[in-house]
Every structure is written in C-alpha cells, then in structure tokens.
C-alpha cells in the first residue's frame, strides 16, 4: 500500500470508526426503507467527511483528491450509499464553484459547505439523456437579471433531501455542446418540485427521485462560469470525482473479499473448511489479487492527479472508475458463489454488495463509454 503520510491515515482512521461506529448498525434500516438517515450525514459533517474538498481559506479542511478517495473506500466497505453522500457534496457543491465560481460565489457557497451541513444533488440526466450530456432539454432562459426555467430531471441521488441541486440546462437553441450552461440552484426556490421516488435494485439508503422544474426563476448569479460553458464544466467536474467513484467500488471490492475469507475459514463441508479447497483458494487469491490491482490504480491516479500534473486527467479518471467498478463487480459475484446459498440469503452482505456493485458500473458514464475515452485519449482523437 502506498505511504499517504500520517495526515491521510488519520482520514482512513476516521473513515473507518464511523463506518463500523455509525455506518453499520443503519444498514439493515436503509435497504429496508431506501431513506438515508439525516443525523448519520450531521454526523459525517461534524467530522469534516462531507467538506473535505473544501480549502482551508474557506474554513474547510482542505483535502484533495486523494483524501476523499480514502474516505469513500473506508465508507464504502459498510454502505455505497453512505460513501456517496461524500462523493455529492463533492462533485455537486464543492468543485463546481472551486472551478468556475467567481469570488463571490466562493466566499458564498464554500463556507456553507464547510459547515458541514448542506446536502448537495447533481441534476445533469433526463429520461431520453443518460451518457450524452449534449442531448439535454431543459431549458433556462435568460430574462433580465434572472433565468426562468422548465424542465425535467431523472435518476437524481439525494434529489429529494437536498439543499442545493447543480442543474445543467440548456440557455441557448445551439446543437450540442454549446448552449449548456450550469446554475446552483437552492431547493427552496418557487417552481422546483421533487417527483416520484426511482425503486432501484441496490444502493438504498440513496434515495433517487425526478426533479421538475416548472417556471423556476432563479438569479443570474446563480449560474455558474460563462453561458454556453456548462458541457465542459460537467466533464471536468465528472473528471475529478469519478476516482472517488472508483473508490466506493474498491470499498465494496474489500468488503466482499474479507466476507468470503471469514465464510471460507469458518463454513464445513465433507468435514473440512471449504478455504481449504483448492478451488475455494484459487478464488480467493485471484480476488485479493484483483483487489490490490485496484487499489494500486487508484490511488496512484489520484496522487498523481492532486500533483497538478493533470495532462492524463481524462483517461486515469476513466481508468480508475472502469476497471475498478468492473474488478468490484467481479469480486462480488465471486464472493456470492464462494458463500452458495448463504452468499444469495440477506442474512450475509455479499448479496447487497453485488446488487451494489453494478450501479458503479452505470453511473457517471457506462464502463463501455469509458472504454471509448481511453481508446480515444490513447489514439490522439
């Protein structure tokens, strides 16, 4: 394992208590109810897990890349859904005005977030838009000093308990990429309403909703960077966060290789311990094997890119997010058959990690998208 410094190991340590502290004991309530608990996010505040992207001169405190992807990991091995909290507040608060907010908006919305109170949404996919972002259609039309907007948004994690959704609409006829603009948009603001609830395989405890927006009229100042800017404010953001992804997906990866070596030690058949079958062992090896390559990716990505050498931002970040997701997919279904019957019962994990992991392999650009990026990075395209 790398050497992240005693900093980065005191947020793995954290990260860790609070998942076997808090995390745990709630999972069984969240996959029964798909309602994340509002004190386990204070909670995760108190301790700075939600704001740790925020710079210090903000009041945060200020980590990178690589300590949020040391935190979602931790998180991850108890519940995807609480390690994506972090991930949200993140991509739909914290970098978007890091990145292409004016001053004014920093010394707005970065203090905010470093309370460690606010719950951000990412509002980019519509139902006829999934991976091309460029086929968004709603729309936010500039009147005077302010945008009217209407629209509809699906498949929205944390829609309906957020306080401030970034939204991606369209302000301009262009085809495209080029009439996309970005707006941080406060939940409380007439003509935003929270639609019917996604009933999904896994992930619960994340709840998911359509947002819809009906004459919504929000400030401009609400926008974030130049009209016309939002696609590539999207990809850069979508960048930087889907390591963290990753992350979550190596958490679940380590949950279902420690599940299946306590199973194989322990569980007996024809009067011996099934670990010590050759065929037990050779899965088992080969998902810990699997497991370290991972980690190794990742984390070597993401101190490469909180180095400030970002030249290969796009392909580690697509990198990272598909073979770690595609490892943790893997994994899980390995952990299912090494448990047999066990392994499909939710008296074990490794069934809910395997409904897990494949959300991972969707979300934020399907592994097949990815393929496509790292193709194109590699061939100069």
């Known amino acids: 394992m790398f050497d992240l410094g005693a900093e980065k190991e005191m947020i793995r340590d954290m990260a860790r208590r609070v998942t076997e502290d808090e995390v745990r004991p709630r999972v069984a309530e969240m996959e029964a109810t798909d309602r994340f608990p509002r004190e386990l996010a204070e909670i995760f505040g108190d301790l700075g897990l939600l704001q740790l992207w925020v710079p210090e001169e903000y009041g945060g405190p200020g980590g990178d890349l690589t300590s949020v992807c040391i ?9 995807l859904a609480a390690s994506t909290l972090c991930a949200n507040n993140s991509i739909g608060l914290i970098l978007p005005v890091l990145h292409f907010g004016t001053e004014e908006q920093k010394n707005h919305y970065l203090p905010i977030s470093a309370g460690g109170r606010a719950i951000a949404a990412v509002a980019i996919t519509e139902p006829e838009t999934g991976s091309d972002v460029s086929s968004i259609r709603t729309f936010a039309r500039k009147d005077g000093d302010s945008y009217v907007v209407n629209g509809q948004k699906s498949w929205i994690t944390w829609g309906a308990d ?5 939204l991606f609409a369209r302000t301009s006829e262009a085809k495209g990429h080029d009439g996309i603009s970005v707006f941080l948009v406060d939940t409380k603001t007439p003509g935003f309403h929270v639609g019917k609830s996604e009933h999904k395989m896994g992930r619960h405890g994340a709840p998911t909703c359509q947002l819809h927006f009906e004459d919504m009229r929000i400030p401009a100042d609400c926008r974030l960077g130049e009209e016309g800017m939002g696609f590539k404010a999207c990809m850069k953001i979508l960048d930087l966060n889907r390591p963290s992804v990753a992350a979550s997906s190596l958490g679940l990866a380590q949950a279902a290789l420690e599940a299946s070596v306590t199973y194989a030690n322990e569980r007996r058949q ?60 893997e994994i899980a279904t390995e952990a299912v058959q090494v448990l047999g019957a066990y392994g499909y019962s939710t008296e074990y994990p490794v069934e809910r990690i395997m409904r897990d992991a494949k959300l991972n392999q969707i979300l934020e650009g399907t592994n097949e998208i990815h393929r496509i990026i790292i193709a194109r990075q590699l061939l100069g395209k």
């Not at 957020?162 to 970034?166: F, I, N, Q, R």
Request: charged residues 25%; glycine residues 6%; contains cysteine.
């Open 71 to 79: 935190a979602k990991e931790e998180i991850g091995r108890g519940s």
């Open 270 to 329: 024809f009067g011996r311990r099934i670990g010590d079958f050759q065929m037990v062992q050779a899965k088992l090896a080969d998902m810990a094997m699997k497991t370290e390559a991972a980690r190794s990716l990742l984390y070597s990505s993401a101190l490469e890119i909180d180095s400030g050498k970002v030249s290969r931002l796009t392909m580690l970040a697509s990198m990272c997010k598909c073979y770690v997701t595609d490892v943790a997919m």
């Open 162 to 166: 957020a306080d401030y959704v970034l």
